[in-house]
């Protein structure tokens, strides 16, 4: 079975730095998914960025990139110029390819906090 | 992206009593959807993954009886909490993911369950 273990119960960083959240997961399988997904107060989950692990290159998305170190098996996020609103519970997930077997198992979360 | 709601967003019951909650692909068709349960401060913990015409598979620890899934079309999920206890109040999450390329999970509000 897979884990994922997110090690930062809390972070918090200043407006418009930068700050990394980690994570790292155990698997048996070569090929699979990782996610960052954010959770604000409103409890929604929010897809924030995703890693197939087949591709080498990081994926980014805006202010929003990963570190993907598949032989490590780390995937952090880095989140540029922080703003108020990435305020929230971070969690990383892992899904696999298998067919049939598409379930997400996700760490235990990060608490983000910015501040002013 | 697509839509997933889930109804109603909070429910208080009397111990005893069963709960249903609905889970809905707005704009797509899931043949299947994911149960995930959130203590405070805690991570999603999936709890099982809803089938479209056949039966739920249930994650182990998941009492099967106590949690009624039933995947009745391809786009609505309803999970029944029966004889509810107050140990049961927590947050429900259901998911859905989309075909084509990587499937994305898309998630429904949640519904938070209080059992008096």
């Known amino acids: 079975a897979q884990t994922v273990t997110q090690s930062q119960p809390e972070m918090s960083v200043q407006e418009a730095e930068t700050v990394t959240l980690s994570c790292t997961y155990d698997?048996?399988?070569?090929?699979?998914?990782l996610f960052w997904y954010k959770q604000p107060p409103s409890r929604q989950m929010i897809l924030v960025i995703r890693?197939?692990?087949?591709?080498?290159q990081n994926a980014t998305e805006n202010r929003f990139s990963v570190n993907f170190q598949k032989a490590a098996k780390s995937f952090s996020l880095k989140i540029s110029d922080s703003q108020l609103g990435d305020a929230a519970m971070y969690f990383c997930?892992?899904?696999?390819?298998?067919?049939?077997?598409?379930?997400?198992?996700f760490g235990t979360g990060t608490r983000l906090t910015i501040i002013p | 992206g697509a839509v997933v709601s889930q109804h109603p967003s909070r429910v208080i019951c009397k111990s005893g009593t069963s709960v249903k909650i609905e889970c809905r692909s707005l704009?797509?068709?899931?043949?299947?959807m994911f149960w995930y349960r959130q203590f405070p401060k805690q991570s999603l913990m999936l709890m099982a993954t809803?089938?479209?015409?056949?039966?739920?598979?249930?994650e182990q620890g998941v009492e099967k009886d106590k949690f009624l899934i039933n995947h009745a079309s391809l786009t609505l999920s309803t999970l029944t909490v029966t004889s509810a206890h107050p140990e049961d109040s927590s947050f429900y999450i259901c998911?859905?993911?989309?075909?084509?390329?990587?499937?994305?999970?898309?998630f429904g509000p949640g519904t938070r369950l209080t059992v008096l």
């Open positions: 998911s859905a993911p989309k075909s084509g390329g990587a499937r994305e999970q898309f």
């Open positions: 698997t048996s399988e070569s090929d699979y998914y």
């Open positions: 890693q197939e692990a087949y591709k080498q």
């Open positions: 997930a892992y899904r696999s390819l298998v067919f049939g077997n598409e379930k997400l198992t």
């Open positions: 704009d797509f068709q899931a043949t299947t």
């Open positions: 809803s089938n479209e015409g056949s039966k739920a598979t249930y």
